[in-house]
T-cell receptor, first 116, second 116 residues
């Protein structure tokens, strides 16, 4: 089954304790991205990756790191989490569609993170 | 900067009604527009994607239209059912130019409740 998976689905941690949220897709997609969703603010992009070893900042990258060593994986790293990073996080992926405009994005189930 | 607005913010209808959800955007230079459904506490499910060159897309009881010149998209749901209750989000992909590829700008969503 074609899908985007995230782990863990739920995480409660304390300020300053490094954590990694994993994201994996089995569709051979070039493009992957991380979003966070907050009440009243909607979905905002954190980081994205156009392909292996190619990453760039989205709208709200502060406090986050990413890496793309393999095409299927795009982990999100919080080196020193703070309470304002409590949020619902989504990973997404899509094919590179060139000029066709057909790059439907597929989302993972989400990771609910609470930082105390 | 692209801004996406969805109206209404919430909608409650009786089962069986046909309904229209609206999405407006400020910059007509888009690559594509995607409609998603999100159930409470869950991930995003892609419903329809309209490429920049298209006017509409249909899937079952859903029909999405795109009018770039007026900066509008609508999602039409025919014969609504209680199972359609969810939050509906529209998202714009701004273009193929370098770092903007794949970056979705989301509206705040319309919360739809269909009651029996």
């Amino acid at each position: 089954e074609a899908q985007v998976t995230q782990n863990p689905r739920y995480l409660i941690t304390v300020t300053g304790k490094k954590l990694t949220v994993t994201c994996s897709q089995n569709m051979n997609h070039e493009y992957m991205s991380w979003y966070r969703q907050d009440p009243g603010l909607g979905l905002r992009q954190i980081y994205y990756s156009m392909n292996v070893e190619v990453t760039d900042k989205g709208d709200v990258p502060e406090g986050y790191k990413v890496s793309r060593k393999e095409k299927r994986n795009f982990p999100l790293i919080l080196e020193s989490p703070s309470p304002n990073q409590t949020s619902l996080y989504f990973c997404a992926s899509s094919l590179y569609a060139g000029s066709t405009g057909y790059n439907e994005q597929f989302f993972g189930p989400g990771t609910r993170l609470t930082v105390l | 900067k692209q801004e996406v607005t969805q109206i209404p913010a919430a909608l409650s209808v009786p089962e069986g009604e046909n309904l229209v959800l609206n999405c407006s955007f400020t910059d007509s230079a888009i690559y594509n527009l995607q409609w998603f459904r999100q159930d409470p506490g869950k991930g995003l499910t892609s419903l329809l994607l309209i490429q920049s060159s298209q006017r509409e897309q249909t899937s079952g009881r859903l029909n999405a239209s795109l009018d770039k010149s007026s900066g509008r998209s609508t999602l039409y749901i025919a014969a609504s059912q209680p199972g359609d209750s969810a939050t509906y989000l529209c998202a714009l992909n701004p273009g193929t130019g370098g770092t903007s590829y794949g970056k979705l700008t989301f509206g705040q969503g319309t919360i739809l409740t269909v009651h029996p």
